[in-house]
């Protein structure tokens, strides 16, 4: 982690905005529920790279949880082998790290849970709360009902107990084959709550996990897993996205329908030191982005059909894609405060991320000169081996980021847009035998315009006022200021120019059929033969920059060289998306 990184994150500290979920822990804590102890968790299944609406359930949960003294727990509910991996467990921690928090003790897994909930199963099966079913996915969807009809019982719903206990026994032995069985609870299949039509807590799959390997051929679904992982770990406040409000009947049916003393038990064996209490769930609305999809399947089937070059391109709204596109941890922290933690569901604009993004890299990236795409200026005042060195400041406004040394030669770099042989009225930029001062330097006239045999612009003859280095000229105002780098020590680098990857505002809309019928052309848009000056390498560096009037931008920390550096735009210096 760069120092700019850490002095990020440490930006973000301040009071913590209200909301009913923080009013709500404050009211517990007064009366002392739970013992006064506030214990969180963020339970996230490793089938993929967390993403922006992940980043809002960790700021509420590993915020809320430090705020009271209390704990939150990183657990994996990892209970779907064949879309989970150690990739997607790595990245995910790697990125809560990145985002300044710590999780409670060891990383927790419902995988290492398995035998207890295994056990749980057998509870239910003894109480005739669970059955085992015979019925296909297809047939079972049939049977389930819709949301205006009820559905139908299962013709193996009034399995005898010994016979039920038979199959689960020879399901987790693997003595069938997947599909064949199902253990599902039997609760009511006219409830108006889908979830609570005797849905499954174990289907058979023979597929090895990535923490348990072929120990298990069967294994628990995520509604039953989710809420006992709770109950074992003593969790005191179980936050939730409003999508898990209808789930939250099952969860309380599930713990209800358990031995309190086996679940204590349960809790005993994994270790956890506090006084028991059943989980209480709570639940608040998701962080949904317009012109962003962040629904996994639609994330993963980017990365398959190569959409996007992986999890981690700039363009993804996956925490890695931010990261690798230069977001800061206090960035994205300050923004899901911003945005606030209600039940109410809303899109957030764009725009308020964006905004974040520069607000804190205006206050956190030292400057830089680069050069988009170069003209040739020759100082023709200026000796052939002469180089003055020139003292910049890192910020205009920051004193404590230091200085750096830039050096100015006879052949300098401007970006081609900075002159114009036949300009506008009220630009203030260069034009034949115009002036402009360089940034940090003198103010320079254009003498000559030189140009090639096709008649195109090759390079510019100008020269150099020596008197006003840091000084108004005599007699004649010069309002344009231009940036440039050193022809003969400027460092040749690529840049990466990203924008928004789709141009419709709700590309995960209902009402669109395929999305990426919408990709925006432009969201990536690379450059070559870019001119940087050399303190953006120097040692010490800092990770992100201001280059001067062009964005705000970030060495590429996988395809970059020590020949030839890889910048990635992060942010414009304004929004250039508004009237699109």
Known sequence: MTDSDMDSKNSSKGPAPTNFIRNMISQ???IDKHGGRVHTR????????LHIGHAKSICLNFSVAEENNGFCNLRFDDTNPTKESQEYVDAIKDNITWLGFHW?????????????????????????????????????????????????NSPGRERSIKENQDLFTRMRKGDFAD???????KIDMESPNINMRDPVLYRIRHFAHHQTGDKWCIYPTYDYTHCISDAIESITHSLCTLEFEDHRPLYDWILQNLSLDSLERASDLAGTEYQYVLPEQTEFAKLRLNYTVIGKRNLREMVESEVVEGWDDPRMPTLAGMRRRGFTPASIRNFCESIGVSRSESIVDLSMLEHAIREDLD???????????????????????ETEYLDLAN???????????????????????????QPPAGFKRLTQGGEVRLRGAYVIRCDEVVKDDSGG???????????????KPEGRKVKGVIHWVSAKYGLPVRVRLYDRLFTIEHPESKEVDNCYEYLNPDSLIELEGCIAEPSILAKGAFGNFQFEREGYFCIDSIDSTPELPVFNRTITLRDSWSGR
């Open 395 to 421: 910020h205009p406004k920051i004193d404590s980021m230091g200085r750096r040394s830039v050096p100015l030669t006879r052949e300098i770099f401007i970006d081609r847009s900075d002159f114009l042989e």
């Open 363 to 385: 206050r956190h990236a030292p400057r830089a000169m680069c050069i988009l795409d170069p003209l040739k200026v020759v100082l023709t005042n200026l000796q052939e081996e």
């Open 104 to 152: 409670n003790g060891e990383v927790r897994y419902s995988s290492s849970y398995f035998e207890q909930l295994y056990g749980f199963a057998e509870q239910l099966i003894l109480k005739s709360k669970a059955f085992v079913c015979n019925l296909s996915a297809e047939e079972a969807r049939e049977y389930r009902g819709t949301l205006t009809e009820a559905g139908r």
């Open 457 to 471: 612009l090759q390079q510019l003859c100008c020269s150099i006022d020596k008197a006003t280095l840091g000084k």
């Open 28 to 30: 517990d804590l007064a």
């Open 179 to 185: 599909g064949k069985y199902t253990l599902r609870a």
């Open 42 to 49: 963020f339970p996230p299944e490793p089938n993929g790279y």
